[in-house]
């Protein structure tokens, strides 16, 4: 495999691309989605195989919330060629900060991975960045974490088809990551709990109000203040969050993770 078939990030192969008079190189991977890099952000980072990693795991959970298709630059700029920029330094800082925040963002990504809940899941052993993990055996903690705490079982149809008591059957993290696993009540009813609060654990206000310039000083010297400061409550306001979907989507999405509506209407 050369270095021109596979991911900047993850290394896993997939389909490359030049963009923006070659600076960029395009990435459509399996793993961590469509982006692009430029190549001076691309040098900056060549060697430091644990960021790019981190990165690989951010950009993973971007996928599967359908916010990836961004352009990395050495320094963020807004919009280019159409798509949104980041930097390698802000996906690092996305990366959880706790371990326990690294479990609820895992939790929550395998949510993202089915349809329903009795579809099985799948982490490849050597590719678990969905599960912000690299090795073998921090995929085996998390994964023994969930069935601990009863988010996750492996495949039912072992126990259906097994002729004697299912507590003979193997129920080992490996088992659960060779053979596939299904969400559990348990787990459903944590992904519930951590949908209704924002990402720092903080129940959240969406704020509804006019898109304009003018409602700035509003925003930020009355709404936030009084809502978050005071209350501790995190406050959205649409044009503040980064979002590539129709916007529409992506206000029904925040206000039902909203526990409340703020509206700040104006003359
Ligand atoms: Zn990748």
């Known amino acids: 495999m050369t270095q021109e078939n596979t991911c900047y990030l993850c290394g896993a192969e997939c389909e490359v691309g030049l963009m923006g008079n070659h600076r960029i190189t395009s990435y459509r991977c399996a793993y961590c989605g ?70 609820d963002r895992s939790l929550l990504n395998l949510s993202r991975m089915v349809k329903h809940p009795g579809n099985i899941i799948h982490i490849p052993e050597d590719h678990p960045t969905v599960l912000f993990s690299q090795t073998t055996e921090e ?26 008591e299912p507590a003979n059957v193997d129920r080992s993290p490996m088992y659960l ?34 898109f304009d310039k003018s409602m700035d000083d509003i925003y930020d010297n009355g709404i936030e203040p009084a809502i978050g400061t005071d209350c501790g409550v995190k406050c959205v306001r649409m044009d503040n969050i980064e979002h590539n979907n129709k916007i ?20």
């Open 177 to 210: 990551i060779n053979n596939g696993f299904y969400i559990q009540a348990e787990g459903l009813r944590r992904i519930d709990e951590l949908t209704r609060t924002s990402a720092g654990g903080k129940p959240q206000a969406f704020v509804a109000m006019w």
């Open 34 to 103: 469509v982006y692009g890099i430029h190549r001076h952000a691309a040098i900056n980072h060549e060697r430091d195989e644990t960021a790019k990693w981190k990165a690989a795991c951010v950009l993973a959970e971007r996928r599967l919330q359908k916010l990836d298709n961004f352009i990395i630059l050495p320094e963020s700029v807004g919009e280019v060629l159409g798509r949104p920029t980041t930097t390698i330094e802000s996906l690092l800082a996305s990366y959880p900060k706790t371990p326990l925040e690294l479990l």
């Open 248 to 267: 529409c989507d992506e206000i029904i999405a925040e206000i039902r993770k909203s526990s409340f509506v703020a509206r700040a209407a104006c003359q």
């Open 139 to 164: 995929l085996v903690y998390v994964i023994d974490q969930f069935q601990k705490l009863g988010y996750i079982d492996h495949d039912r149809n072992v126990i259906v088809n097994f002729t004697s």
